[in-house]
């Protein structure tokens, strides 16, 4: 699947319709994300059961900061609906691949339960 735009209209949906989703927030201008944008796209084509979102963040300021973005580009990791990673910089495809990896092996109920138990906490 190759990577795909993504707005503040269609965000929520895209992390509701699909189990995995990794966003990388990038501008235009940014030399870092012109890099990581090749190693990005090579790695979405290997994975068909992952969306490789991309969301301008000059174009939708209001997404980036909702997401906190402080630092582009950042990469975000999204199982079902839950933030799973959560990283500013550029990463090379091994770091991507294995990032990729380690998002499907998450035992979900797992990290259900511990986002429970912070909530819990928060209360």
Same mark, same amino acid.
């Given at each position: 699947?190759?990577?795909?735009?993504?707005?503040?209209?269609?965000?929520?949906?895209?992390?509701?319709?699909?189990?995995?989703?990794?966003?990388?927030?990038?501008?235009?201008?940014?030399?870092?994300?012109?890099?990581?944008?090749?190693?990005? @796209?090579? *790695? %979405? &084509?290997?994975?068909?059961?992952?969306?490789?979102?991309?969301?301008?963040?000059? !174009? #939708?300021?209001?997404?980036?900061?909702?997401?906190?973005?402080?630092?582009?580009?950042?990469?975000?990791?999204?199982?079902?609906?839950?933030?799973?990673?959560?990283?500013?910089?550029?990463?090379?495809?091994?770091?991507?691949? @294995?990032? *990729? %990896? &380690?998002?499907?092996?998450?035992?979900?109920?797992?990290?259900?339960?511990?986002? !429970? #138990?912070?909530?819990?906490?928060?209360?």
């Amino acid at each position: 699947m190759a990577t795909t735009e993504i707005t503040e209209a269609d965000f929520e949906t895209t992390l509701t319709e699909n189990d995995i989703v990794l966003v990388d927030f990038w501008a235009d201008w940014c030399g870092p994300c012109k890099q990581f944008a090749p190693v990005y @796209e090579q *790695v %979405s &084509a290997r994975h068909e059961d992952v969306v490789f979102a991309k969301v301008d963040t000059e !174009a #939708e300021r209001n997404l980036a900061a909702a997401a906190n973005i402080t630092s582009i580009p950042t990469l975000m990791a999204f199982r079902d609906k839950v933030l799973v990673y959560a990283q500013p910089g550029a990463i090379n495809a091994t770091q991507l691949e @294995e990032l *990729v %990896s &380690a998002v499907k092996g998450l035992d979900m109920d797992e990290v259900h339960k511990q986002v !429970a #138990e912070q909530q819990g906490q928060q209360q």
